[in-house]
């Protein structure tokens, strides 16, 4: 899904440093997820349990 792509290219981007140290475990769990539940949790219709990965996602909606 290009949307989810895009996303992920500025998180990856601003993120990058963290990611090289070992930050955001839970990234392998959020790849896990299918795209179609993947952008349920992006845009807000349902989200995960996991206080971590919500803490993912809004980082992840917030790249710039």
């Known amino acids: 899904m290009k949307e989810l ?3 992920f290219e500025s998180f990856l981007e601003q993120e ?3 990611l090289g ?3 955001w475990p839970e990234l ?3 790849l896990e997820q299918e795209d179609d539940v993947l952008f349920d949790w992006i845009s807000g ?3 995960p349990g996991d206080p971590a990965l919500l803490n ?5 909606c917030h790249a710039k």
């Open 5 to 7: 792509d895009v996303l």
């Open 45 to 47: 219709r349902n989200l």
């Open 56 to 60: 993912l996602i809004e980082t992840l």
């Open 28 to 30: 392998d769990e959020l």
């Open 21 to 23: 140290s070992g930050g």
């Open 16 to 18: 990058a440093e963290a």
